[in-house]
């Protein structure tokens, strides 16, 4: 069940802001970055999703499977050659 609450919209220099209580919070597990955008008149804030999230799982898998080959063979170039160490 839907937990309502009433809160104010407060002055925060050029801004406005609003207290979530902890309750909140915890039932969106909401952290320090947030998403937000608004839908109609609804103004929704959400978790921010992990960049790269579970990538390291991913890319043990593949390597597992020796499906982290290059695609393209062949396409390093002179300054590849001579400069970089692989």
Not at 3 to 11: F, G
Not at 12 to 28: D, F, K, M, Y
Not at 42 to 55: E, F, P
């Amino acid at each position: 069940m839907s937990m309502m609450i009433r809160s104010k919209v407060v002055k925060i220099g050029n801004s406005r802001g609003v207290r979530i209580p902890r309750t909140l919070l915890e039932q969106a597990s909401l952290t320090v970055d947030v998403e937000m955008c608004v839908d109609g008149n609804k103004l929704i804030i959400q978790s921010a999703q992990q960049v790269r999230k579970g990538w390291g799982t991913q890319f043990a898998a593949m390597a597992a499977q020796s499906d982290d080959q290059q695609l393209i063979q062949g396409s390093t170039s002179q300054w590849d050659e001579d400069e970089w160490t692989w």
